[in-house]
T-cell receptor
Framework: DSGVTQTPKHLITATGQRVTLRCSPRSGDLSVYWYQQSLDQGLQFLIQYYNGEERAKGNILERFSAQQFPDLHSELNLSSLELGDSALYFC??????????FGPGTRLTVL | GQQLNQSPQSMFIQEGEDVSMNCTSSSIFNTWLWYKQDPGEGPVLLIALYKAGELTSNGRLTAQFGITRKDSFLNISASIPSDVGIYFCAGHISGNTPLVFGKGTRLSVIA
């Protein structure tokens, strides 16, 4: 158990809908990272927050947004969902940028 | 964006055999990390490397940070069935850049 929690574990929705994925980092970790993993692909970095502020942005679509709250949990919002958004979404947290600890992921299926 | 070339893509080995996989890049990396992902789970950090030439072990796993800082390898000795999974390399180009992941090596162990 990495100490990072993600909810929900599975999410099934329809095209055009909007969903919110939630992540709670390990106790004491100020940084939260979001990644997308499509079938048989590596992890694609989406966005990083540090203590409530956006720190770095990767290949995140404009339809996607994220935020980190004062209690350090983070939410990833995906809107106008398309079939191609079906993937595993992982959250990771860290105290140092070098070592990130991953949550169990949310499997999103868009029908 | 930056890419890590991880090889081989997949391996089928007999239980008890040693395994070697590697990761290369055209860019110099400051940090190399190796993760293992079990089906339906988040990646778990196995080994972190911080200096060129560094050789680090974690049980039956050994990883090295290449002297050119453009590559890293992971060895698994005396493989067992629970070694099955996908192994990802990842790295930082600099302290403030996001982690870049390879596409993974899928390991299958035949008992």
């Amino acid at each position: 158990d990495s100490g990072v929690t993600q909810t929900p574990k599975h999410l099934i929705t329809a095209t055009g809908q909007r969903v919110t994925l939630r992540c709670s980092p390990r106790s004491g970790d100020l940084s939260v990272y979001w990644y997308q993993q499509s079938l048989d692909q590596g992890l694609q970095f989406l966005i990083q927050y540090y203590n409530g502020e956006e720190r770095a942005k990767g290949n995140i679509l404009e339809r996607f947004s994220a935020q980190q709250f004062p209690d350090l949990h983070s939410e990833l919002n995906l809107s106008s969902l398309e079939l191609g958004d079906s993937a595993l979404y992982f959250c990771a947290s860290s105290t140092s940028i070098d070592t990130q600890y991953f949550g169990p992921g949310t499997r999103l299926t868009v029908l | 964006g930056q890419q890590l070339n991880q090889s081989p893509q997949s391996m089928f080995i007999q239980e008890g055999e040693d395994v070697s996989m590697n990761c290369t890049s055209s860019s110099i990396f400051n940090t190399w990390l190796w993760y293992k992902q079990d089906p339906g789970e988040g990646p778990v950090l196995l080994i972190a490397l911080y200096k060129a030439g560094e050789l680090t072990s974690n049980g039956r796993l050994t990883a090295q940070f290449g002297i050119t800082r453009k590559d890293s390898f992971l060895n698994i000795s005396a493989s067992i069935p629970s070694d099955v999974g996908i192994y990802f390399c990842a790295g930082h180009i600099s302290g403030n850049t996001p982690l870049v992941f390879g596409k993974g090596t899928r390991l299958s162990v035949i008992a």
